[in-house]
Nanobody
Framework: QVQLVESGGGLVQPGGSLRLSCAAS????????MSWYKQAPGKERELVAQ????????EYADSAKDRFTISRDDAKRTVYLQMNTLKSEDTAVYYC?????????????WGQGTQVTVSS
């Protein structure tokens, strides 16, 4: 059974930091492209950051560049999102996403989401 379990969300003041984690099970984690998406109220879900498999370079949405860092630990089957200098507009539910396996990348899995609220 495939599972993506996010944790680490919460309430933080503007300028603060949070580290999200996503623990994966039920699939060959190291071969999957892992991503974080966010969805704010009334808005569509959008990509925040993506980290490919096999050591390729991560990519970020413009809103996340220079503030967020995505990383993965294939041994722990976990992907992380370090979020610094948080702003009110970062408030959203953050979802972990997996896509694979190669070469077709036809399977996709989503976590249940974790709420991030940036407010004073």
């Amino acid at each position: 059974q495939v599972q993506l379990v996010e944790s680490g969300g919460g309430l933080v003041q503007p300028g603060g930091s949070l580290r999200l984690s996503c623990a994966a099970s039920g699939f060959t984690f190291r071969t999957y492209i892992m991503s974080w998406y966010k969805q704010a109220p009334g808005k569509e879900r959008e990509l925040v950051a993506q980290i490919p498999n096999f050591g390729a370079m991560a990519e970020y949405a413009d809103s996340a560049k220079d503030r967020f860092t995505i990383s993965r630990d294939d041994a722990k089957r976990t992907v992380y999102l370090q979020m610094n200098t948080l702003k009110s507009e970062d408030t959203a539910v953050y979802y972990c996403h997996a896509m694979g396996p190669p070469p077709s990348y036809e399977l996709e899995y989503w976590g249940q989401g974790t709420q991030v609220t940036v407010s004073s």
